[in-house]
């Protein structure tokens, strides 16, 4: 099993650096906000309910606020005590306060009754607790969760970091490392566990082929049924900080490089080029009603 503790430490003690990553990785943001988007337009065509949102590891709330600013009732959880507490203060000063707010880790959702409930939300993001279960065991865990909490037709959206990701960082910053280490590297080929952070916390990273065996995991177990639709590379063809010097306030350049970047970020051919896939699945009734 994970040790998350020292993950959730590292998130308490690293807010303001974690509230800030979405406006260095600005490109990560848009096209996800725009991948968020897409399902939310679909789920209106069937319900003019109000949509229920939960974030797992949701973080200090940039895609929370954003969405319960949009009308939508947005429940925030995370590992992390001190980033769920900026994410509240982050909302009260966008006007809006999130339907509730737990701290949990995400592999004890089903017995946290203030989160669990079957079939009760329309959309589960999870962009985040998967970067950091090194068992498989635990990210199918954790994906069948979100999928049972998710209403069928409702939909999840789970993000990884690609094992490129970190290969790309290592060839720039410290590529020597790959032949020194060589023993790690292998074990890394296989399992996709970094555990050489600096800073201690512990990572997994997936080669893009593997999303779709977890869902396959999922779906063998015959608890939930839930599709994989489509992969989606959050950096499109941008990953490994290449659209770093991109200028925010130049609105127009940006958001004709965004419309480009979302068209390329479906294309299978260059999903190793993000360092973000976004999973998106689909929640479907065992009879397919
Ligand atoms: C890189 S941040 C991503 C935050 C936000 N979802 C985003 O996409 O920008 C990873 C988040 O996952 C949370 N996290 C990591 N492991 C977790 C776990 N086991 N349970 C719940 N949250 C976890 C961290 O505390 C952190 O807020």
Redesign the pocket.
Known sequence: M?D?SI??N???QNVTL?HD??VK?RI??SI?MRVIKKCLEELATTSDDQIRIL??????G??AVELAKQGHSVTL????QS?LDYAAQFASQNGVTLAKIVQ??????RDNELLFQHGFYDLV?????????LEES?RVS?LESCALMTKPGGFVIA?FVTKYAHLRDLAQKDPKRLKDEREFYTQYFSTGKYTRNSNAIVSHHVDVGEVQGLFNKVQDRKVVDIVLEKLIGCEAFLGGGLAANMDLNDSETYEAWVEVLVRYSTDIHALGASD?IAAVARRINRNNT
């Open positions: 994970t998350t993950v959730g590292w998130y308490n974690e990553r979405l990785s990560e943001y996800t974030d797992i590891g949701g973080g200090t940039r895609y959880s995370d590992i992390s980033e949990v880790d995400a592999r004890q959702v993001l999870c962009m985040g607790p998967m970067y950091h279960l635990e954790l993000a973000h």
